[in-house]
């Protein structure tokens, strides 16, 4: 290890609140650049950016880090990356609808609120689909689009047993619908 980055790390295990400062403002605007590519607004990557910071200072602290190979910067960048690519995962496990789900969801959201002939129709469509589902699909849908209740709420509401049950229904239920509304445009 070099001189600098021992005598970086010293400073930071005596809590020395300039070098913590001096790294945090050094590298913040690179980080925030670097991130922005991932596609996350700058409030989550400064989050992230203070994350990866406290991580930094935990390991220097805790004896985690005794040598960098790389710079300080090098291995702040790394730190973040792993937690962005954590939290990209994460929000990924949780959208389980692709773009024709989430236009279809925008149809139902607004069906009280449009006029438009055509988005009439669109709407009489998606209602007239939405009755030929089963009972209990009828009311997911119905608590989560209309009544704008979220996951939590429906499975309070209708006594499921766990989170991911009344998830996968939902799941299910707008699948049905999608492909009842595409066989009916399919038979026009």
């Known amino acids: 290890m070099n001189r600098h980055t021992e005598e970086l790390f010293t400073k930071i295990r005596q ?10 403002v050094d590298n913040r605007l690179a980080f925030l650049n670097f991130g922005l590519k991932y596609n ?22 805790n004896g985690k880090i005794i040598a960098l190979n ?3 910067k090098t291995y702040l960048f790394s730190i973040g990356k ?8 994460k929000e990924s496990k949780l959208e389980t609808l692709d773009l024709d789900d989430k236009r279809l969801e925008l ?10 002939e055509t988005d009439n129709e669109r709407n009489k469509l998606i209602e007239h689909c939405l009755d030929k589902l089963g009972h209990q699909c009828q009311a997911v849908l119905k ?12 499975q309070q509401h209708l006594d499921y047993s766990n989170y991911n049950t009344i998830k996968s229904q939902k799941s299910r239920c707008l699948k049905n619908l999608k492909e009842l509304i595409n066989d009916h445009l399919k038979n026009e």
């Open 15 to 24: 809590g020395d609140s300039k070098v913590l400062e001096a790294i945090y």
């Open 40 to 61: 996350l607004n700058e409030e989550a990557l400064l989050d992230i950016y203070q994350d990866a910071i406290i991580a930094f200072v935990e390991n220097v602290t």
């Open 70 to 72: 790389s710079s300080v």
């Open 82 to 89: 792993y937690m962005i690519f954590k939290k990209l995962k």
């Open 107 to 116: 149809s139902i959201k607004l069906i009280d609120n449009i006029n438009d």
């Open 143 to 154: 608590l989560f689009y209309y009544n704008g209740l979220t996951l939590e709420e429906i």
